[in-house]
């Protein structure tokens, strides 16, 4: 009674792998519409069963897999009729019966359910790293659009800054070339070319402080800042664009920084 009322599906094979019982479960599992159609069933021929688990059933060993049990080929090789179609998950425990005459003991469990609420919940899974992804790459174009709205705002500040920096390069070339006759001073000579070098060195500065402002590098290591020279050089970037505003509307814009230590 213990082995018909299961809700598991059960079979007992003989020694040859013949098919000698089997519980009301197991036909429900595979939708068996005759009990008739498995007096010729045999364990060693169910398509379904691979050849490496076939051989290492023969050789005692004991059996447990989750799989896909095909009905369509069980349909093909006419081993039963069934009411089933399609592809059906399997949990299956084969254990070799160690007696004289021997034997196999099936235990299988239709878990189709359990791997369909597995496909829904892998698929929800990639759908929402799908979102997220695109949620990231949506957050990047802001902040790259809103980068390259604020440089617009910046630019006359920039301007400035830039214009200021070329000055000594300008200035002190100009006079190099236009007084050939320094260049014997040595020292001074040297003087000037530093002093090139240094605008020079402070333009390339500017430069790198817009590409990173416009196009910061993910793989760049962040760094701590001092944060009242980063307000100091905002209110030097912006204060040329706030005077021509300002200038236009005859009103006078005048900011004070403090900073606690």
Known sequence: ALFEESPIGLELFDGSGNLVM???????????????DLKTFNLFKVPNLTEERRERLKKGGVLRYQAPFDMELVKANKLYRTSRSGIIWLDVLMVPIKTQAGGFLVQVQDISGLKLEQHKQEQANRQ???????????????????????????????????NNVLVPIVGYA??????????????????MLRMILSAAMDARDIIRRLQDFVRPREDEATEMVYLPDLVENVVMLLRPRWKEEMGVRGATVSIKTAFND
């Open 174 to 191: 100009d006079f190099l070339l236009g007084s050939q006759d320094k260049l014997d001073n040595r020292e001074e000579t040297i003087k």
């Open 22 to 36: 089997f519980n009301r479960a197991c036909l429900e599992i595979f939708g068996i519409l005759d009990a008739g």
């Open 128 to 162: 929402l790293k799908d979102a997220l992804e695109q949620l990231k790459r949506t957050e990047a174009q802001i902040i790259r659009s809103e980068r390259l709205g604020a440089l617009g705002q910046m630019a006359s500040g920039i301007s400035h800054e830039f």
